[in-house]
């Protein structure tokens, strides 16, 4: 197993794992033009477990900056998927803490994510690595 930074020929392998988790298809030249801007914004972090040079799993981490206190910046993380073949076998461990040494490394105060409330297993998942779904309440609105 190997977490790395994506690359732009994983994106195929992102798509089938987008496909697995929503049920939609990708617009793959949108993805892909996409992707090249998203990969020379340094605000973003784009990581992918792979094993077997197979993408299994994916996580993007989106540096945001403060304006108090310290004014240290902190990370949102936004789509994390494993291949549902390989859940429980390690990979959003080992995907979550290259993404926390990496939001470290750029002296984030904290991680934010927002996931669906009935998914228990996402959840559980979440908890497991130390977040607190009672300490604070999240909010999502689609436009």
């Known amino acids: 197993m190997t977490i790395r930074d994506m690359e ?3 994106l195929d392998f992102l798509s089938e794992l987008y496909f697995q988790f929503w049920g939609e298809k990708s617009n793959v030249v949108k ?3 996409k992707f090249s801007q998203l990969q020379e914004n340094p605000a973003y972090i784009l990581l992918c477990a792979v094993e077997d040079d197979r993408l299994v799993g994916s996580v993007m981490g989106v540096i945001c900056e403060e304006l108090y ?3 240290q910046p902190f990370l949102v993380v936004e789509n994390m998927i494993v291949d549902s ?3 429980k076998k390690g990979i959003g461990k080992l995907l979550f803490a290259e993404l ?5 490394k750029r002296e984030c ?5 927002v996931t669906e409330s009935n998914r228990e297993d ?7 690595l130390g977040f ?5 309440k999240g909010y999502k609105k689609k436009i």
Not at 100 to 104: I, V
Not at 109 to 113: G, V
Request: charged share 25%; proline share 3%.
């Open 8 to 10: 732009i020929y994983d």
């Open 31 to 33: 993805v892909r033009k």
């Open 69 to 71: 206190g310290e004014c």
């Open 85 to 87: 073949s390989c859940r």
């Open 100 to 104: 926390e040494k990496q939001a470290k």
């Open 109 to 113: 105060s904290q991680i934010l994510l």
């Open 122 to 128: 996402a959840c559980g998942f979440y908890e497991s």
């Open 132 to 136: 607190h779904p009672t300490a604070n």
